[in-house]
């Protein structure tokens, strides 16, 4: 039998639903199990510095509180154990912790690169005997992620796009004969055009905008670009396109891309839009505006999707109850039982098929002409924006807690070997 107690912790980019998964994990381990939630301060950071947060320490309330708050409570990373002499220490320094603490169950809620990390563990746990039951939770904005219907966080960042467009382009147009043209959004999407996407939703007819669509499934063209613009100012006045921070040229180069890389090897994108901007300008001459979504797209809870916070919620509750079914090394799921109305359910999926594994847009998905979506792709998506999660104010302004970081003694040596990244707070 395991350790009683469970680890529990975020990892990769916060969303405004992020938070609601931890929820039900907390509630449910609370409600049907005798098991202390540990939370990892800053992913899987918090194991190996043993900074676990006492969840038994915070109130039902503040635990309530996390199921309309955005971001992480308790802190998210971008990071990848090492391999060989490294990840080695870090592998055997985590289960130093979790044996410490009486730790037999593991969730890792995140995307494609954090169920790497999961199944990792999973794996290293089976090798050296350690009884460990691990589940991976899904999360991205970025709805990459396999064998799933959709990705919580998804939704609301979808329903934060469309609805940008919607009034963005309303903006424009009462605008547009003496001022801008043409507005550039950029949004989130390495790899694949999912968000980008979702902005078609706020397209009721077809004059509407988004008038265009640049997708990281279709190369960049130039040329071609510049026509669809042109042809666009000519028949509606004015253009509103938006653009997936991922975009290729023909010869597979992102359009815009830094020379810092995270803790996965990927470079940073971003700055696509003004790169775009510029290029309308010299080509048109039309007055051009641009915005990069950036981090506003991931936490705005005011704005959220109620179907996506329940997804959340419902997908943390399952993972303590597949846990103490003896369910393990595997991923849950969102499975569609039905398209109109929209109805789902969970399932679950191997770890090994959904660590480092990426889904885009099916190419019949995607307009002939590849600056737009087709009407499948639009019903596929529109259920996830549906519904209004609504959240307390406090003098015009969402009330958002400051919750409590309570962190278990410490029972091990602190881990500070040379390779590794020290905590800004961690003792030295």
Not at 110 to 130: C, E, F, K, P
Not at 150 to 167: D, L, N, R
Not at 187 to 201: E, I, P, T, Y
Not at 371 to 383: G, Q, R
Request: glycine share 8%.
């Amino acid at each position: 039998m395991p350790h009683p107690h469970i680890f529990f912790a975020h990892s990769g980019g916060v969303t405004a639903a992020l938070n609601a998964t931890a929820c039900g994990v907390i509630q449910t381990a609370r409600t049907s199990t005798s098991s202390r939630v540990y939370a990892g301060e800053y992913g899987i950071l918090g194991a190996i510095h043993e900074r676990l947060i006492d969840t038994t320490q915070w109130s039902d309330q503040s635990i309530q509180a996390l199921y309309h708050t955005p971001s992480s409570a308790f802190g998210s990373c971008r990071y990848k154990l090492g391999s060989h002499q490294q990840g080695q220490q870090e592998l055997e320094r985590i289960f130093e912790v979790f044996d410490a603490h009486q730790i037999g169950y593991f969730i890792y809620n995140g995307g494609n690169d954090s169920q790497d990390t999961t199944h990792r563990i999973s794996q290293y746990a089976q090798h050296i005997g350690y009884p460990l039951r691990c589940i991976g939770l899904p999360k991205t904005i970025d709805n990459d992620l396999p064998h799933t219907d959709t990705c919580p966080g998804f939704g609301s960042a979808a329903k934060y796009i469309a609805t940008s467009v919607q009034e963005t382009a309303l903006d424009v147009q009462a605008m547009h004969t003496t001022s801008t043209k043409v507005f550039i959004l950029e949004v989130m999407g390495r790899d694949a055009g999912w968000l980008a996407a979702s902005s078609a939703l706020a397209q009721r007819q077809a004059h509407q905008a988004p008038h265009l669509i640049l997708l990281p499934e279709v190369p960049f063209k130039p040329q071609a670009f510049i026509q669809a613009v042109q042809h666009c100012v000519s028949t509606n006045g004015f253009c509103i396109v938006v653009a997936s921070e991922g975009i290729q040229d023909t010869q597979g180069r992102y359009l815009n891309v830094t020379q810092t890389t995270d803790a996965f090897g990927h470079n940073q994108l971003g700055g696509v839009a003004p790169q775009l901007a510029h290029l309308v300008q010299t080509q048109c001459t039309f007055k051009t505006h641009w915005a990069c979504a950036d981090y506003l797209q991931r936490s705005a809870r005011h704005l959220a999707s109620q179907c996506d916070i329940e997804q959340a919620y419902t997908l943390g509750q399952a993972a303590i109850h597949e846990l103490m079914k003896g369910t393990q090394d595997v991923m849950l799921t969102l499975t569609r039982q039905q398209s109109q109305p929209y109805r789902w359910g969970i399932g679950h999926v191997p770890l090994d098929q959904v660590a480092n594994a990426t889904r885009t847009l099916p190419p019949e998905w995607i307009r002939s002409d590849g600056f737009h979506i087709t009407p499948e792709c639009k019903a596929y998506l529109a259920p996830f924006i549906e519904g209004e999660a609504s959240i307390p104010y406090h003098k015009g302004l969402p009330d958002y807690p400051n919750f409590p970081i309570t962190l278990a003694p410490r029972q091990c040596p602190i881990f500070k070997p040379d390779t590794h990244p020290i905590l800004e707070h961690e003792s030295v």
